[in-house]
């Protein structure tokens, strides 16, 4: 399952979110990353 | 908008396949730092590089965390010491090895390059002074790399340097024999050295470079390695065009992170190095991709000619990725850092023979190679001879990283672990050079050298 997510008006930084999804996945049995979009642009757009 | 399959591929390239930039390195200009009490000079050398490179390893690491993407290491290059302290009253200038050390201790990078002299024509009174304490310098410091440029294209070839050089590995090798000749991995004999690789160990700040630059070096073997396996059986042309793509890839990332770098630092971006370098994690091997070509092992007969498609389409693929591609930006074929080439070695298809004509079509040269402890210098001298005339010949940056490691045989190893890896001690000619090195001054230019 993928979710793009606008967090530019929220208080948590990416680090910090990354750590809180990756908890939270590993109580439900899922792997969940969050990426920066940037890093997918980047690479697959001009 | 993005598709579901390019996600998941980003994802898989940093999960799965070790996608990561190998390096983001801060070049400083320490030309204004020279000053004739030798003293003076360490001083303003290690307040500049402190206060310059205070935030690299922080900034790296927010940045790293921001966009999910690993950064190996985070390292600093400076301008070549002979020519920053050639105007101190000193003759030791292994103390300016030692403050390089301390302000990279200070600012937590893991290398320094630029303890470097650039002498393809001829020495300076510095030069002399400076490569004669390259081997005190690298067996008392930890993070400090050196380079020595002895030819170019447009100067021919210095052979006293060369000669000089094969000594200088030696006694570097006989100076850190307790630790396997560790002082020979930190240092790099050139012809036709670039002057913004951010690669160690044989990055130094050129002196053409601005006063502070980012440059940003890739890695992704293990990604073209996936790439590679996944076109198995068709033809040269899907081949080529798949790491051409793969590499594209890799570059954007490379490009991103530098420029997310520099922008938060406040310095220039300067070059994308888009070297494929591998590290001896399993499946990040360039021997790996050669083999997925299809070769059964990594220097049998059809291994220059994979290199070459190989390093050709990662140069396309990079090139179109960024506007500022630079560095020595081709395939690192190193032994001891790669273990598809450790296992080819321990095999018998890859001998040194064969690794010279590699770097016929690839950028670096005889990286990271162990050869029996009483090889002689003259022999070293002869084997960096060859490399710097492939180089000065074809017009590309050739280099030299032997390890005579003090003691040891062929079939012994030498075993530094992390990055530097481990690597079996392999043959070298037993017959004498000694009379063709000793000649002394230098190989002319070559006659492609004369462009204007």
Redesign the interface.
């Known amino acids: 399952m ?1 979710m793009v997510a606008d967090i530019s008006d929220t208080t948590i ?3 910090a979110l ?1 750590e809180k999804l990756g908890d939270k996945g590993a109580k439900l049995g899922v792997r969940i ?4 979009e ?8 001009i | 908008m993005l598709t579901l399959h390019e996600i998941f591929e980003t994802i898989k390239m940093v999960q799965e396949e070790n996608l990561d930039i190998r390096t983001i390195t801060m070049g400083i200009s320490l030309r204004d730092c020279a000053d004739p009490d030798h003293r003076s000079a360490r001083r303003k050398i290690y307040d500049k590089i402190t206060r310059l490179a205070e935030n690299l390893v922080k900034t790296g690491e927010d940045i790293e965390r921001e966009y999910g993407i690993p950064i190996v290491n985070k390292r600093i290059s400076v301008t070549p010491i002979a020519i920053v302290a050639e105007s101190t009253r000193t003759d030791n200038y292994v103390d300016f090895a030692r403050t390089l050390d301390e302000a990279s201790d200070a600012v937590g990078v893991n290398f320094i390059g630029g303890f470097s002299a650039l002498v393809h024509k001829g020495f300076t009174i510095a030069d002399h002074k400076l490569i004669t304490g390259i081997p005190d310098a690298l067996a008392s410091t930890n993070r400090v790399c050196a380079s020595v440029n002895v030819a170019t294209t447009k100067a021919g070839i210095n052979m006293d340097a060369v000669c000089l050089m094969g000594r200088i590995i030696k006694e570097t090798a006989e100076l850190t024999a307790d630790r396997d000749g560790v002082g020979c991995a930190k240092l790099v004999v050139f012809a036709n050295v670039p002057e913004d690789n951010p690669f160690m160990a044989g990055a130094f700040h050129g002196i053409g470079e601005p006063e502070c630059v980012i440059n940003v070096g890739v890695s992704g073997p293990g990604v073209v390695k996936n790439a590679v396996e996944r076109v198995k059986g068709t033809d040269f042309g899907m081949l080529a065009e798949t790491i051409k793509k793969t590499a594209f890839k890799i570059t954007r990332m490379g490009e991103l992170i530098g420029r997310a770098t520099a922008q938060k630092i406040g310095v220039p971006f300067g070059i994308v190095d888009i070297s494929l370098a591998p590290t001896p994690v399993i499946g990040d091997s360039v021997a790996g991709i050669l083999e997925a070509m299809g070769l059964e092992r990594c220097g049998t007969h059809g291994t220059t000619a994979a290199l070459a498609l190989l390093n050709d389409a990662v140069k396309k693929g990079g090139a179109m990725a960024s506007s500022y591609v630079g560095g020595l930006s081709g395939a690192f074929i190193p032994i001891s850092e790669d273990q598809g080439m450790v296992h080819a070695v321990e095999a018998g298809a890859l001998t040194l023979d064969k690794l010279e004509a590699l770097t016929c079509v690839c950028s670096v040269g005889l990286d990271m190679i162990a050869v029996p402890g009483d090889t002689s210098p003259e022999t070293i001298s002869a084997i960096i001879a060859d490399e710097a005339a492939i180089g000065v010949i074809n017009k590309k940056t050739t280099a030299v990283r032997l390890i005579p490691a003090a003691g040891k045989k062929v079939g012994d190893y030498v075993e530094y672990g992390g990055l530097l890896g481990r690597s079996p001690v392999i043959p070298v000619k037993s017959f004498s050079a000694d009379e063709f090195v000793r000649r002394g001054g230098r190989i002319p230019a070559p006659i492609n050298s004369l462009t204007n």
């Open positions: 993928v930084d990416m680090v990354k990353d969050a990426q920066h940037d890093a997918f642009k980047y690479m697959h757009r």
